[in-house]
């Protein structure tokens, strides 16, 4: 193995740890935060849920200006500014005492998860793996599955013990002491052989700018993909623990229930990218979300072990694959020229579904519908996702274009 092979692998470990810490930690945690914070303030679901809108909406209007920043900036800078700020929103979340102050550190959180996850995985990746894209995304990402299986556990454990506040402290540590000093210190945007002028003749580097990109119908089934896929995650991240305390089962079985839900996403993750680097980003978009919507539906039959352990298995193993696939899908649509801005634009629908999904889902239980009628509108969303993937075509054009100067 090259040295710079050796770097690329390092690369994705440190990635690895960076989504594990704060996307595990900050995004993923939101379930078991939900019934105890509720309580302390006397809020309802819907008001509660709508941190977590807070949190996707900030992302959503930050993540192009780090696209962009991305585009022209070493990755280093921003993840680790990221992280930091993941740190100090938890830590201010930790002494809130009103909606307000909450809400500001979830814009802080949210911010922070643009910065210093997702993208900056999918662009360093993008730069630094060819052959072994899916492959090396798919253990990157994996990261955050595991991070919320494991932070999770922790936060559940931390509140029964200390309280909700707590939870927040435990959360933040290990961004301050693990996940800041490593992206700083490993992290690098490209390989050398890519810097400067050589990333011009680099096939690897080109693609098309972002006025042709906005233009294809691909960007389009990607951000309606995303949008899908988005608001079906984050609706069933926040909804499922609820969902299953109010059926019966006590918080710490239901948390299980959602981390053991979480490692077979990270299992998930490395299956569909290795699948992507066989049949394609596109296709192997399509059969994640297809499934995932299956898997959605059993949920509903909780009570059941069999149908309980069939949602587990088959959504667990889909529900995270999307965020390995979607980077190997623009990549394949559109280059690398430009990865940064269209999956910073592309975010928006991420976002616009992340901070949709919570509330909606609040809003449907608060109504007098249950859960039964949220689930069921998450599997078809997801389902509405499959289709949009299968809309999207990889990048055809001359090579006279592919290489075109970069306008900024």
Known sequence: ????????????????????????????????????????????????????????????????????LLDRFEAR????????????????????????????AYMGLGAAIAASTLLPAGLVIANWFKERRGTALGIATAGTSLGGMAMTL??????????????????????????APLTAIIIRTRPPDQQGEAASANP????????????????????AAQFCFSLAGAGGTVHTVPYLIRD???????????????????????????????????????????????GQLMLLGARHDALLGGYVLLYGTMSGAPLALIPMVIAESFGLKRFG?????????????????????????????????AFLLFAAVLAAGAVAALGCSPLKIAPAEYQSPATD
């Open 1 to 68: 193995m090259s040295r710079r092979e050796r770097h690329g692998w390092l690369i994705v470990a440190t990635l690895f740890i960076a989504l594990f810490v704060v996307f595990g930690g900050g995004y993923n945690t939101a379930g078991v935060f939900f019934d105890p914070m509720r309580r302390s303030f006397g809020w309802n679901s819907a008001r509660q849920s709508s941190l977590q809108t807070i949190l996707a909406l900030t992302a959503g209007v930050t993540v192009p200006l780090f696209g962009w």
């Open 77 to 104: 800078i921003i993840m680790t500014g990221g992280t930091i700020l993941a740190g100090c929103s938890m830590v201010l979340a930790s002494r809130a005492n009103s909606f307000r102050i909450l809400a500001v």
């Open 154 to 179: 922790i936060a559940a454990r931390t509140i029964e013990a200390a309280g909700w506040r707590a939870g927040y402290i435990a959360l933040a540590v290990p961004t301050f002491l693990i996940a």
């Open 204 to 223: 690897l580097a080109a693609g098309l700018d972002l006025g042709p990109a906005l233009r294809s119908r691909s960007f389009w089934m990607i951000a």
């Open 248 to 294: 019966g089962f006590r918080l710490d079985y239901a948390a299980q229930v959602f981390s053991i839900t979480f490692a077979m996403a990270s299992v998930g993750k490395f299956l569909m990218g290795y699948g992507a680097d066989l049949l394609s980003g596109r296709v192997a978009l399509a059969l994640t979300l297809a499934m995932a919507a299956v």
């Open 341 to 373: 801005s269209v999956s910073g634009l592309t975010g928006i629908c991420i976002t616009l579904g992340g901070a949709a999904g919570p509330i909606l889902g609040g809003v449907i239980v608060d109504s007098g519908a249950g859960y039964g009628a």
